[in-house]
């Protein structure tokens, strides 16, 4: 049951973390005016105005959306109807179940955390190399 609240709140924070970005942060940057923009941030962009795409598809963007997918993953086939193989799904799908799924979904933590410091090295607005760890 401890682990289960690990993974919810886990889930919660991701999903809150990427809602943010994606919801507020993203759009009040392209709609801010130009002039604030050169002025504040201009030279973490090159001077060029970002679209929401170039936001996305960006390093930070790129290994965002993958770590998300990845812990999606873990967390489904982690789930009580997954791991203990009560879902039937279809022919090529039904080794997609079980224990040993679980099992092996959750070595993806490594990929996972090969992403995050990615993640990290890529941001914005902080380029002190002490401030872009993970804390």
């Not at 993974?7 to 999903?15: I, T």
């Not at 604030?36 to 170039?54: A, C, I, M, Q, R």
């Not at 290994?63 to 489904?76: E, K, N, P, Y």
Request: proline letters at 3%; aromatic letters at 14%.
């Amino acid at each position: 049951m401890f682990l289960q609240a690990i993974a919810v709140a886990l889930a919660v924070g991701v999903m809150v973390h990427a809602g943010i970005h994606m919801a507020c942060d993203f759009p009040r940057l392209i709609g801010s005016d130009n002039e604030s923009f050169h002025k504040y941030l201009g030279s973490d962009f090159g001077n060029v105005k970002p679209t929401y795409v170039d936001l996305v598809k960006g390093v930070e963007g790129v290994t965002g959306v993958l770590m998300v997918l990845l812990m999606v993953i873990a967390f489904v086939l982690a789930s009580r109807w997954f791991r203990r193989n009560l879902v039937k799904l279809p022919w090529p799908l039904h080794r997609m179940t079980g224990f040993n799924a679980f099992w092996y979904s959750h070595h993806l933590f490594a990929i996972l955390y090969v992403l995050l410091i990615l993640h990290s090295q890529y941001l914005y607005l902080n380029h002190d190399w002490r401030q872009k760890t993970v804390r």
